[in-house]
């Protein structure tokens, strides 16, 4: 059974830096795409980040140049390094996994964060 875990979420002043890690168990071999999406109060989710199997990433705009995704493949975990964070940065964080050869989704539980002096 495919499990995320995220973790590192917390109150962080604006300025601030926060890393955000999802440890994954379970997976098979495949092809992933993994994803960070957030969710702020009264707002739809959005996608963050992504990375793919060979290393590739994107961004949203508004998180450009702040926001680093990273893998270790070794320990199966995928970060999100957010630094110079802002208040409309408030969001519940989720990690997503794509299997894209089995056409699946796999979700966290996500993760706090808050933005605020």
């Known amino acids: 059974q495919v499990q995320l875990v995220e973790s590192g979420g917390d109150l962080v002043q604006p300025g601030g830096s926060l890393r955000l890690s999802c440890a994954a168990s379970?997976?098979?071999?495949?092809?992933?795409?993994v994803g960070w999406y957030r969710q702020a109060p009264g707002k739809q989710r959005e996608l963050v980040a992504t990375?793919?199997?060979?290393?590739?990433?994107n961004y949203i705009d508004s998180v450009k140049g702040r926001f680093t995704i990273s893998r270790d493949n070794a320990k199966n975990t995928v970060y999100l390094q957010m630094n110079s964070l802002k208040p409309e940065d408030t969001a519940v964080y989720y990690c997503?996994?794509?299997?894209?050869?089995?056409?699946?989704?796999?979700w966290g539980q996500g993760t706090q964060v808050t933005v605020s002096s």
């Open positions: 379970g997976l098979i071999a495949s092809i992933y795409l």
């Open positions: 997503n996994v794509y299997d894209i050869i089995l056409n699946r989704d796999y």
């Open positions: 990375i793919t199997s060979g290393g590739s990433t």
